[in-house]
């Protein structure tokens, strides 16, 4: 009687261990932990007008439906490159080829990318752009978190 007692007590204590572990990660994703939506912090930091705002939205569209083309670009060369590899060896003028492909579209990423925060700072008014560095900053921080092996930007510091 003593030994199954003490199995009830152990398995009990380790189910309100899980759960407590469970709830504490589904509140903690949750919680005011979480940084800020890009956008938002935008909208926020660089103090927009209603009108600023929804020029801003249309840049954002914009960015958003050129970058998504772009990765469908890369998806298909990627494809294409482990079609390559699934031949063997493959032919090594396709795969560069296809590097080449790979490097003009994050470039291609990287300049739609500075066109959307050049034409951002454009929107801004005088007074809003002695606030862009520190807004901008901070949503590259954000946009940074997450990835595997991403570092936090060192915007403008040496």
């Given amino acids: 009687m003593k030994k199954e007692s003490f199995w009830k007590i152990l ?9 407590g572990t469970l709830g504490f990660l589904v509140l903690d994703r949750k919680g005011g932990n979480m940084p800020a939506k890009p956008d938002k912090l935008i909208i926020e930091g660089l103090h927009l007008d209603a009108l600023q705002v929804e020029q801003f939205q249309q840049l954002k569209k914009a960015h958003r439906n050129g970058i998504d083309s772009l990765d469908e670009a890369e998806k298909q060369v990627r494809k294409s490159i482990f079609a390559e ?10 795969q560069n080829q296809n590097l080449q492909k790979l490097a003009e579209i994050r470039n291609q990423k990287d300049q739609t990318t ?3 925060f050049k034409a951002l700072y454009k929107l801004c008014r005088e007074d809003q752009k002695a606030y862009y560095h520190n807004t901008i900053e901070e949503v590259a921080k954000i946009l940074m978190r997450g990835k595997p ?3 936090e930007p060192k915007i403008g510091k040496s």
């Fill in 149 to 151: 092996g991403a570092r």
């Fill in 85 to 94: 590899i699934q031949k063997g060896l493959g032919s090594d003028s396709i």
């Fill in 11 to 19: 398995a009990t204590i380790l189910l309100l261990v899980n759960i």
């Fill in 114 to 116: 500075l066109l959307h």
